[in-house]
């Protein structure tokens, strides 16, 4: 208990013990957890380090931003999009959505709270969440809390930091570089070369951005991409592909897809795309890599206007060298190089999650560990896979609520200086 007690700094910081479950973030996730347990009687607190809810969409995407799936597979539970509604809200759409669904259904994350340590303490079977404030206001940055609970809701998304690689001689490049979750739109490139790093949906679509901009986008395409069309025959490609799956084995779904993407698209292969031997479905599902829904990129690749080249070699004043001799002179380069989760830099002594930040077991297993853990969010089948992922877990702290605990209506007995109750 002293070790434990030291390594908390237990009596230097104000404790708080949650009657409920201990969500951390709230994006969709989080938000989704929270209404769904809220719908089972039971009260829950989200921690969120940003000073608003959904800040992926409100802060670290760009202007022209849709969702590229149907409305139907972004919806959270209890709660659907107004009818009048696109068949593809816009981003601010999406947030104002958002943004009703915590109002409507009273969740009110506590904002400027982030988590820097969580773990389950055996000795009295509770996990113990360590934040730091993030806000502006004096003191504010300085002040720790740690919150204690039963239940631990790791809601902190697979895009929680953006993936910013070594690339050779980058700091003396000299123009302006960016990492994507940092662009808004093409305003302040009108008339410049832009090396776009990065040809998944945000390095497409940044670029077509670009044009619309009157910048000279040149897109890196390091390796192999699937890109299909976002709709085939006025149906989404999507909601085909999950039609299909009822009835389908995964490969034969794949090799549907490719035929309808060449009818759709053309052979890609022509615009200097190189399609990967394995189907998009499949590898997706084997390693994370999300297919290109088309929005327009690939006719602006075939006019030209967007320009793909192979890997970067390495970097130099104003200019940068590629693998394959070329060099070309460019003003400013976009990072579409990604993002990954950041449970390992906070969640620790739990074999639930693998290095990467994921479950190690996958969907639709993925969202129960153990001790109260529960991971909402973690599917790499976005929106529609936090949904059921958060039904699933409300459900389950809901019937243990219901039948194994009485809500527990004093402070812990583990410990003297748990000061609050929420
Ligand atoms: C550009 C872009 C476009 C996308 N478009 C779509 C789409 O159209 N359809 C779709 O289904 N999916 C899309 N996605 C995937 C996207 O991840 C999900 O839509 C959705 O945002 C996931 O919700 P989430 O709550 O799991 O994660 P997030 O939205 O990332 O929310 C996680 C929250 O946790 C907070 N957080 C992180 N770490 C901590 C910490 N240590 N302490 C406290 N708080 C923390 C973050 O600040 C954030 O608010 C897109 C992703 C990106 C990057
Ligand atoms: N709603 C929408 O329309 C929309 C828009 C944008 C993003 N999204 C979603 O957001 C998530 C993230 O998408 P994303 O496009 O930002 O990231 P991403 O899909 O992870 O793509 C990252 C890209 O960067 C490349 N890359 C990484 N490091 C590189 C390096 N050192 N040199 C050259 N290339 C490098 C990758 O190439 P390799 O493949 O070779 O590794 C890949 O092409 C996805 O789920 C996506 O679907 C949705």
């Known amino acids: 208990m002293s070790s434990m007690a030291d390594q908390f700094g237990f009596f230097s910081r104000r404790c708080v013990w949650v009657n409920g479950p201990i ?4 994006g969709p996730s989080g938000l989704a957890v929270a209404a769904c347990l809220k719908e089972h009687g039971v009260p829950s607190v989200i ?15 760009y202007d022209r931003l849709k969702l590229h799936l149907p409305k139907q597979f972004c919806q959270l539970p209890r709660f659907p999009f107004p009818e009048h509604y696109p068949e593809y809200p816009t981003k601010q759409q999406f947030i104002d959505y958002l ?15 982030s ?19 993030t806000g502006t206001a004096a003191g504010c940055r300085s002040q720790e809390v740690e919150y204690i609970g039963r239940w631990l809701v790791v809601a902190t998304g697979e895009n929680a930091e953006s993936v910013v690689p070594e690339l050779d001689g980058l700091r003396e490049f000299g123009g302006d570089v960016m990492h994507v979750c940092d662009y808004k739109s093409g305003e302040a490139y009108r008339g410049k070369r832009v090396l776009v790093v990065g040809c998944g949906n945000s390095g497409m679509e940044v670029c077509l951005d670009l044009c619309d901009y009157d910048a000279f986008p040149a897109m890196v395409v390091r390796d192999s991409v699937h890109v299909l069309p976002r709709e085939v025959l006025g149906k989404s490609t999507f909601e085909l592909a999950v039609l299909l799956m009822k009835w389908l084995p995964l490969w034969l779904v794949d090799k549907i897809l490719l035929v309808l993407a060449w009818l759709a698209l053309g052979n890609i292969e022509r615009c200097g795309l190189r399609r990967p031997s394995t189907g998009p479905l499949a590898l997706k599902n084997t390693e994370g890599r999300t297919p290109v829904l088309d929005t327009g990129a690939l006719g602006k690749i075939r006019s030209g206007d967007i320009k793909v080249v192979p890997g970067i070699k390495r970097f130099s ?7 394959d001799g070329q060099v070309l002179d460019i003003d400013s380069v976009v990072l579409a190089t990604g993002y990954r989760s950041n449970v390992p830099q906070w969640l620790q002594g739990c074999e639930f999650f693998s290095k ?9 297993n993925g969202w129960k560990g153990q001790s109260g853990l529960y991971a909402v969010g973690f599917t790499r089948r976005g929106l529609s896979g936090a949904s059921s992922d958060a039904v699933r877990t409300a459900k389950d702290i809901g019937r243990m609520w219901k039948e194994e605990l009485k809500p527990a209506k004093r402070p812990v007995a583990c410990h ?7």
């Open 115 to 133: 988590v820097q340590l969580a773990r389950y303490d055996e000795t009295c079977g509770l996990w113990r969440v360590r934040t730091t404030g």
């Open 356 to 364: 990467d930040g994921f479950p190690k077991t996958t969907f639709p």
């Open 317 to 323: 004043p104003g200019k940068v060298a590629l693998v």
């Open 47 to 61: 921690l969120e380090r940003s000073d608003c809810i959904a800040s992926l969409w409100q802060k670290r995407t």
């Open 23 to 26: 969500i951390v973030g709230a």
């Open 99 to 113: 943004e009703s669904y915590a109002k409507h259904l009273e969740i009110s994350p506590r904002f400027n709270q």
């Open 416 to 422: 003297r200086r748990c000061i609050s109750q929420i």
